[in-house]
C-alpha cells in the first residue's frame, strides 16, 4: 500500500449552511462543490487548501454514521483520505496485514471516487478512507 497523496480530510459539522461562510469569508477558500451521496446519509461540501482537500459532511440523518459520529464526539475531524492505485488490491493487502475493514469491497463516494474505509481499531484510533479515482 503506498498512497499517493491525502486526498481530503473529512470533517463532521451540525449544517453546511452555517460551516461554509467560516471556510469561505474567514479562511478565504471557495466551496466548490456541493454533493449529497445518499446511500451513506451525507451532503458534503468541498474546498482545496493548496494540493489537499477539505471535506465538511453534514449528516441527512440522525442514525447515518455522521449523525452518530457527531452525538457521540461532537462535530470535528471524522476521517484522513488517502488516494490510491488498485483500491481492491490495496484492501486486500491490508486485510492479510490483520487490518479490520470496514468496506471489504469499493463503492461508490462523493465525487466519483470508489472508495472504501479501515477500521479505526486497527489504525492507531483515526477512521482512514482509501480513495481511487476510476477515471485513472
Known sequence: MKP?????LGIAVN????????????????????EEV??????TAF??????KIELLESTDPEG???KFI???GQGVHHVAFAVEGLQETLDYA??????LIDKAPRKGAEGL???FLHPKSTFGVLMELCENPNK
Open 71 to 73: 452525538e457521540k464526539k
Open 4 to 8: 499517493s497523496h491525502i486526498e481530503h
Open 38 to 43: 445518499a446511500d451513506q446519509k451525507v451532503k
Open 15 to 34: 449544517r453546511l449552511d452555517e460551516a461554509i461562510p467560516f471556510y469561505e469569508n474567514i479562511l478565504g477558500v471557495t466551496c466548490y462543490n456541493v
Open 65 to 67: 454514521p455522521i449523525g
Open 114 to 116: 470508489n472508495i472504501a
Open 95 to 100: 486485510a492479510e496485514k490483520g487490518i479490520m
Open 47 to 52: 474546498f482545496m487548501v493548496g494540493q489537499t
